[in-house]
């Protein structure tokens, strides 16, 4: 059962930040043009440079004095339509201590609807070959992404699998967003319980095809929604690197990450699959307000650590 802080921050969600085209006719300018009035100090004995990576917009959270060369790329979630953003910035410091004072590359990736499938990958794969140049070793990278950003990070590995690059270390994956074809059950089941993407109407047919049409799939453009480098979902998981997947019960994406976690396990891998009672989408980045996001991001943080010996 969930908290009472959960129910509390649940109840807000689901009136603020609701992006079901049902509830928000405007569905693309509340995403896109959406300020988040969190601030961001950089951390003491840090410092955060800026940069360009071939055009790319990039920031390093880099801990001063430090010779350290391992790496967290984060990969910023949003629908492919939101930017990166203060959240992000506070996470960073988070996962490089755990990290022992780790670098956090961020990148901020080209954005729908004006740019779509490969857009994001490409540049978050330039990101990559970025790190490699600069003296970083795919055994001391570890990948993390939520929602979209979850989706880009299983595509991002996938394409280096496909072009026989060495693997990250290890992956940490929030929500997932990994089918573009809503396919799962979960997308019926938690219609009325999601209250991020969820409805109050009654769930029907039309309902999730006009979803699957509306600017929150704008990433998609024509492309064949099966590609395994678009919908993650579809993937062959050979070969994959240690694997951490936190999702709540309550999201419509709940299948996008119980599938992808049992191929997975099938092909031999490591995965560790933590899903909260109750939860709604990317609820760990709420960290310390409720204890179920406060205990996910503990998980999440003991899992960074542990690769990072």
Partial sequence: MASLRAKIATKIVKKYMNFNPEENPNLLDKMKYRNLMIGFRVPKGYELRKFEIDGIP?????????????????????????????????????YSMAAGGADVILIEYRLAPEHTFPAALEDALKG???????????????????????????????????????????????????????????????????????????????????????????????????????????????????????????????????????????AGGDVFLHIDEGMFHVYPMADKLMPESKRAMQKILEFIKKHSQ
């Fill in 128 to 266: 990559w070959e970025w790190m490699i140049e600069n003296g970083y070793k795919e055994e001391d990278i570890i990948v993390i992404g939520d929602s979209a950003g979850g989706n880009l990070t299983l595509s991002l590995t996938l394409k280096l699998k496909e072009l026989k690059k060495k693997l990250p270390k290890a992956l940490v994956l929030i929500s997932p967003w990994t089918d573009m074809t809503a396919s799962g059950k979960s997308y019926f089941e938690n219609y009325n319980k999601d209250a991020m993407f969820g409805s109050r109407y009654e769930i029907k047919e039309d309902m999730v095809d006009k979803m699957l049409n509306s600017p929150i799939y704008s990433y998609c453009g024509d492309h064949d929604r099966k590609d395994p480098l678009l919908s993650p979902i579809f993937g062959d998981y050979k070969d994959f690197p240690p694997t951490f997947i936190t999702v709540g019960s309550h999201e419509m994406l709940l299948d996008d990450s119980k599938v992808v976690a049992e191929k997975i396990e099938k």
């Fill in 58 to 94: 990039t920031e390093i959270l880099k801990k001063i004095d430090s010779s350290n060369k391992k790496a967290i790329y984060l990969l910023h979630g949003g629908g492919y339509i939101m930017g990166l953003n203060n959240i992000y910035r506070n996470t960073a410091y988070k």
